[in-house]
């Protein structure tokens, strides 16, 4: 069964920082994009970041680019999200998710194939 589950949210003041963990099992994501996501209270789900497990590009929302980066240790199955700079805006929960490549939508959650359980992240003023 494939699983991908979270870790590492909690309680940060703005302008500190998390790491976001993601280890995915059951499967090999050779030719998967894995992306991350967030949902606010209240708000829609909206895409983070994404990549492509065996590529070297990745990609990121406008409102993350340059404060937080996407990364990946192959060996372990483990995604990253570095978390810098963190604003109360960024207050959600972040999951984790799969696509197999079937398009260049990296950013459409719909398009994703799994789902991690989420990580609650709470940035304080």
């Known amino acids: 069964q494939v699983q991908l589950v979270e870790s590492g949210g909690g309680l940060v003041q703005a302008g500190g920082s998390l790491r976001l963990s993601c280890a995915a099992s059951?499967?090999?994501?050779?030719?998967?994009?894995m992306g991350w996501f967030r949902q606010a209270p209240g708000k829609e789900r909206e895409f983070v970041a994404a990549?492509?497990?065996?590529?070297?590009?990745?990609y990121y929302a406008d409102s993350v680019r340059g404060r937080f980066t996407i990364s990946k240790d192959n060996a372990k199955n483990t995604l990253y999200l570095q978390m810098n700079s963190l604003k109360p805006e960024d207050t959600a929960v972040y999951y984790c998710a799969a696509q197999l490549i079937n398009s260049r939508k990296y950013y459409e959650g719909s398009r994703y194939d799994y789902w991690g359980q989420g990580a609650q992240v709470t940035v304080s003023s």
């Open positions: 059951g499967r090999t994501f050779s030719n998967y994009y």
């Open positions: 990549l492509r497990w065996s590529g070297a590009s990745t």
